[in-house]
């Protein structure tokens, strides 16, 4: 879905895809362009997370500023759009002056950034003479003399030269010229060095191997600025891989998102106080004793951590799957215990009925009628 919020006074294009309650990811657009620029990320993402994309100031269907703005302003936009969708924390990725912006964003609020996604971004883009120059033209002459030689360096030619490459340069020629001009000159005033240097969060850095306006030198310099931040190298790809080679990027962002074993416990952790409730973990963690404090881990680790935090399907999804199996397989403790949960996977008490009608014809009218008085019990309880 679509929608426009107010956002420090300017009319902001937002949009939403995915399931609602979902972990949450933010993308944010590269200079003259769009939302649109994360489409085909968007759509894969989408099958497990809440993804929100928007407009920058002045660009696509978001009203330009009538003042100077910085990197810094766009971030607390960033949050602003966050908070306009009820999302407290989320992933947070951009392209380019995104990128920049993504930075900026885990620098003024740690807390809510789960995870950074850098892609062909730097901490800084000198010399700022060149962005002062670029914006004095588009007001001076707009946008049509700086097109060329921006889709060089944005894609190859053949993509150039393709029906989608032909639809980049239409919308480069649509942004705003005071939301390019404007947006060049936060750039120009930009280094993040200092703070992007500070940060202790989980981050990828995605580059094109043959990106000229951020190189690979500049990505490696942002991966040492980040402690643990990882680096992937899109082969032959110039400054937007995103969208010439889309299927490599959404690769490597699935593969960021998947917790690794050295992860599992931690992710495992999270997502099951998120499922279950901080509450119900306390209290299993303090009744925890010799004789199942490995068992506890093991399913925090394999169970939470190795499945339930997998990016794939979203919460609703996995609880939905999880019901029908343990009723099926007449798992009673365990499936009152995710029936209670479903308050926080964002599964109804339709989808309990309809999934218990499965079990019925696939596992047996016994085990369904069985999972039907557990429900009614906990449904009493929880009244």
């Known amino acids: 879905m679509t929608m426009f919020v107010e956002i420090h006074g300017h009319a902001t294009h937002v949009a939403l895809d995915g399931p609602p309650g979902a972990p949450a990811i933010l993308l944010m657009h590269s200079l003259a362009t769009s939302l649109h620029v994360w489409d085909a990320q968007a759509e894969a993402l989408a099958r497990g997370l809440r993804v929100v994309r928007f407009d920058l100031r002045g ?3 978001t009203e330009p500023s009538t003042t100077p703005f910085t990197i810094e302003d ?3 936009d960033a949050l602003a759009v966050l908070d306009a969708c009820g999302i407290t924390a989320a992933h947070v990725g951009g392209v380019s002056i995104g990128g920049m912006v993504a930075q900026a964003v885990a620098a003024l609020a740690p807390a809510r950034v789960r995870s950074l996604i850098l892609c062909d971004t730097a901490l800084a883009l000198p010399p700022p003479a060149m962005w002062r120059q670029r914006a004095a033209t588009a007001r001076a002459d707009g946008l049509a ?30 942004t705003p010229t005071e939301g390019y001009a404007a947006a060049a000159e936060a750039l120009a005033l930009a280094d993040l060095t200092t703070t992007t240097s500070r940060l202790r969060v989980p981050a990828l850095v995605v580059v094109g191997e ?3 306006s951020t190189p690979v030198a500049a990505a490696e310099a942002l991966r040492a600025a980040i402690p643990g931040a990882e680096l992937v190298v899109i082969p032959r790809a110039l400054h937007l891989p995103l969208v010439e080679q889309p299927a490599a990027v959404t690769a490597a962002i699935h593969a960021f998102l998947t917790p690794d074993d050295a992860a599992l416990a931690d992710a495992g952790a999270r997502v099951r106080a998120e499922v279950l409730g901080a509450e119900h973990v306390a209290r299993a963690a303090a009744a925890t004793t010799a004789l199942d404090r490995d068992f506890q881990a093991f399913i925090t680790r394999a169970a939470w951590g190795g499945v339930w935090a997998r990016p794939h399907f979203d919460r609703r ?8 199996l343990l009723a099926a397989l007449g798992h009673d403790h365990e499936l009152a215990l995710h029936i209670r949960a479903m308050k926080h996977t964002g599964a109804s008490h339709a989808d309990l009925s309809e999934l218990l009608l499965h079990v019925a014809i696939y596992a047996g009218v016994p085990a369904a009628n069985t999972a039907l008085r557990i429900a009614k019990q906990v449904v009493e309880e929880t009244a």
């Open 59 to 61: 660009h696509g269907l």
């Open 74 to 76: 766009l971030a607390a």
């Open 145 to 174: 003399g700086l097109v060329d030689g921006t889709m060089a360096r944005w894609v190859s030619p053949a993509y150039a030269a393709s029906p989608a490459g032909r639809g980049l340069r239409a919308g480069f020629l649509c």
């Open 210 to 212: 043959a990106d000229p």
């Open 317 to 324: 999804t996995r609880s939905i799957i999880t019901l029908a």
